[in-house]
């Protein structure tokens, strides 16, 4: 009795074969996580970025295009498999084709359910913060003097989460689009 319950869970959550080109890669992204991934992606980006269109995406300036696979591809996904694993992706290019490979297998090109308002907000402000650190329109994400009345203004990340900015973001936030 207990071999026929182990094996009828077993058969709920098959993987899909990986097709050849990518086989050998140092992280194969699950169906499951790419599945997660792709949902919490496009509650993040409908979010951030409620009316983006294709051709406003295009003509992002590099900040804008960093900030939006920051915020809409990398986060989530580490979210999901862990930054160990995205470093692993991120470090091997068939890893990296194949990640790429399974979100477009999976992402929504419907709306989906949205964030909570407060989450979003949130998350509207994060992002916010770090587009303006990464255009240089402030100066330091430290202790900064208001010089007014003297008084210690700190700020206690630089740019994002605990500094997260290692990824290949233009490369990846294309090819995940598209």
Known sequence: MLLLSLTACSFGDKQSAIPAEYAGAAYELSDSNAQ???????????????????????HFQKEDSYIHSQYVFFYPLED???????????????????????????KSRTDVENLENKQCAVLRTKARDDLAVVKGERKSAMVEENKENG????????????????????????ALLL
Do not use: H, S
Not at 80 to 93: A, H, L, S
Not at 94 to 101: F, G, L, N
Not at 151 to 171: L, P, S, V
């Open 36 to 58: 997660k991934w792709a949902f919490v992606a496009k509650q993040t980006e409908q979010c951030i970025y409620p009316n983006l269109t294709r051709i406003q995406y295009e």
């Open 80 to 106: 999901i498999i862990g930054e160990d694993n995205v470093k692993i992706i991120q470090g091997d290019q068939k890893a990296m084709d194949y990640a790429t490979y399974q979100f477009k297998k999976y």
């Open 151 to 174: 008084t210690a203004n700190a700020n206690t990340k630089a740019a994002t989460d605990d500094n997260k900015f290692f990824f290949d973001i233009i490369k990846w936030g294309a």
